[in-house]
């Protein structure tokens, strides 16, 4: 596709559920990235992918959160059991390559989660 | 750990007046530095960039950014306003040698431009 897109656009969640958001990143983009933005601030890093490979999920806030990108493509951003603290905006970002230095990234519109 | 600081959390201004928003960091070791911009309605996308080099970078729609490493400081830039440049403002870092992506953000300046 012309950009990176994330559904649903919005996702209302009563508190305990299980929600999954979508990344459909740019064809042929390598790097995939989740970040975490909540009202009023700016975006945190969750995790990164190379390929289908899960490189880095050191801002994972907690075992509830979980990614995926099984065939190096779609990604999903699975949160079990949502807490009123998980409202945010999700944001999915890729890139090209392998990030060189040079590498520039790609963000996808969001997922708007409010849990309630 | 690396923090990025936006002192200005509102600006605004009319058409025509000259913009300055601040970014000072804190990490210890080289870093990339970046403006993001989100207009409204729509995603973030890179404004400018800074990995090395000249220090007084230049990017789209006007912009420029100057790096100041004794200052920590990667304030934004632009002589003249327009009513289009309402949106929000984010400064990034990146520890350089790491995943390029792994960005640490400011909490974002909300620019506002009356015509």
């Known amino acids: 596709g012309a950009g990176v897109s994330q559904s649903p656009r919005y996702k209302v969640a009563k508190r305990g559920q299980d929600v999954a958001l979508r990344c459909d990143p740019i064809?042929?983009?390598?790097?995939l990235f989740w970040y975490q933005q909540a009202l009023g601030q700016g975006p945190e890093f969750l995790t990164y992918f190379q390929n289908e490979a899960q490189l880095d999920k050191s801002g994972l806030p907690s075992d509830r959160f979980f990614a995926e990108r099984p065939e190096g493509s779609v990604s999903t951003l699975k949160i079990q059991r949502t807490q009123q603290e998980d409202s945010a905006v999700y944001l999915c970002a890729s890139s090209f390559g392998s990030p060189p230095t040079n590498e520039k990234l790609f963000f996808g519109s969001g997922t708007q989660l409010s849990v309630l | 750990a690396q923090s990025v600081s936006q002192h200005n959390h509102h600006v605004i201004l009319s058409e025509a007046a000259s913009l300055e928003l601040g970014c000072n960091y804190s990490?210890?070791?080289?870093?990339?530095l970046f403006w993001y911009v989100q207009y409204p309605g729509q995603h973030l996308q890179l404004l400018l960039k800074y990995f090395s080099g000249d220090p007084l970078v230049k990017g789209i729609k006007g912009f420029e950014a100057e790096f100041i490493k004794s200052k920590f400081s990667f304030n934004l830039r632009k002589p003249s306003v327009q009513w289009s440049d309402t949106a929000e403002y984010f400064c990034?870092?990146?520890?350089?040698?790491?995943?390029?992506?792994?960005?640490?953000f400011g909490r974002g300046t909300q620019l506002t431009v009356w015509p």
């Open positions: 990490y210890g070791g080289t870093v990339n």
């Open positions: 064809s042929g983009h390598v790097s």
């Open positions: 990034a870092v990146n520890a350089r040698g790491s995943t390029l992506g792994r960005l640490y």
